[in-house]
Nanobody, 124 residues
Framework: QVQLVESGGGLVQAGGSLRLSCAPS????????MGWFRQAPGKEREFVAA????????LYTDSVKGRFTISRDNAKNAVYLQMNSLKPEDTAVYYC?????????????????WGQGTQVTVSS
């Protein structure tokens, strides 16, 4: 069963913005760390950002720090990724993930549940 469903992807010009979201799933993820990963054609999944279950701690990969913001609304069981100043190299399928680790991490193995992905394409 799909328990995380991403939305908000699309085509945007370089320098523009998009906001990705994970819609409420069939179970609550309020006690889970949440992460965003992306995968471009021919490449492995790349960590983008993560947020602690309580929302009081975040982690970003260097390439997006200062441009992307991860947030969550546990009451709505929703996670967001605000992407500003987009670059062509941000083009990828973006995946939302949930994991039950004690410390935020950037490895896919840190996460147990995954969404289907949403395409983000940034043109120059």
């Amino acid at each position: 069963q799909v328990q995380l469903v991403e939305s908000g992807g699309g085509l945007v010009q370089a320098g523009g913005s998009l906001r990705l979201s994970c819609a409420p799933s069939e179970r609550t993820f309020s006690s889970y760390n949440m992460g965003w990963f992306r995968q471009a054609p021919g490449k492995e999944r790349e960590f983008v950002a993560a947020i602690r279950w309580s929302g009081d701690s975040t982690l970003y990969t260097d390439s997006v720090k200062g441009r992307f913001t991860i947030s969550r609304d546990n009451a709505k069981n929703a996670v967001y990724l605000q992407m500003n100043s987009l670059k062509p190299e941000d083009t990828a399928v973006y995946y939302c993930a949930a994991g039950g680790r004690t410390v935020l991490g950037g490895n896919p193995s840190d996460y147990d549940y995954w969404g289907q992905g949403t395409q983000v394409t940034v043109s120059s």
